[in-house]
């Protein structure tokens, strides 16, 4: 007798599926591979900015799994069974794309990226830079957390699969005169060199001496605006 006034108060059907048929199992794969594909190839455009510490690939992962945990807990209408298939879809979808980046290099680049190279001698490697979506202001302001005052203390800057940026610095001997990074340094770029001294382009930060002219041309950009150069050392 209690069983069946058990079996009357739960709808088994509903509290497995919603309010859904058995045949709506098949549409929550497909729905699943579609919208999994969807999410990475959205968060792949976007970029790095973002995604810090974890991989586009691993954050499309935990985003497809707390929405498939989520749904069920807050709507009546969402069974548990079809969350339950949606974890098992993205489970082997990670798993099947993780055995495919251990073996082909090509295919691992193309999921989770690869690093790139910002800075190289001391001043932007512009094309790269263009390539991520990283304002000038925010990667100056990486670069101040680290200490770093002028880019002429810099050898390499990378940023990495993850977002995350790596600098290697030259020796403190060996620091260079650079493109000064320090807030509001960049307002006073100017086009008329008035006196021989070191100056960095304000677009690609290559530095050299100029002599006083009218209109000086980077040679790596062909841009026409410069600020004096500083010579500091990092701050440590």
């Known amino acids: 007798m209690y069983l069946l006034q058990a079996t009357t ?5 509903e509290i497995l599926l919603g309010s859904q048929p058995w045949s709506f199992l098949p549409e929550v794969i497909l729905r699943t591979i579609i919208m999994f594909v969807i999410l990475f190839v959205s968060l792949r455009l976007l970029g790095k ?25 807050m709507y009546k209408d969402v069974g548990v069974l079809p969350a339950l298939l949606v974890f098992a879809v993205i489970v082997g979808l990670y798993s099947l794309i993780t055995y495919f980046i251990g073996r082909n290099k090509h295919f691992e680049k193309m999921v989770e990226g690869k690093p790139v190279y910002l800075i190289r001698n001391g001043f932007f490697s512009i094309d790269n830079f263009s390539k991520e979506v990283l304002g000038e202001d925010e990667f100056f302001a990486e670069l101040r957390m680290q200490g770093v005052s002028q880019l002429g203390q810099v050898e390499e800057a990378i940023v990495e699969s993850s977002g995350n940026i790596s600098i290697f610095y030259y020796p403190e001997e060996a620091v260079k005169s650079g ?20 100056y960095a382009c304000t677009f690609c930060g290559f530095t050299q001496q100029l002599n006083p002219a009218a209109n000086a041309i980077c040679p790596e950009c062909k841009k026409t605006k410069w600020v004096k150069a500083s010579n500091k050392k990092r701050i440590r």
């Open 9 to 13: 108060v739960f709808n088994w059907k």
């Open 49 to 73: 900015r973002g995604v810090k510490q974890l991989s586009i690939f691993e954050l499309v992962v935990i985003i497809s799994l707390g929405t498939a945990a989520g749904d069920p807990m």
């Open 179 to 198: 493109l000064p990074i320090m807030p509001d340094s960049l307002e006073s770029g100017q086009q008329e060199i008035k006196e021989r001294a070191h």
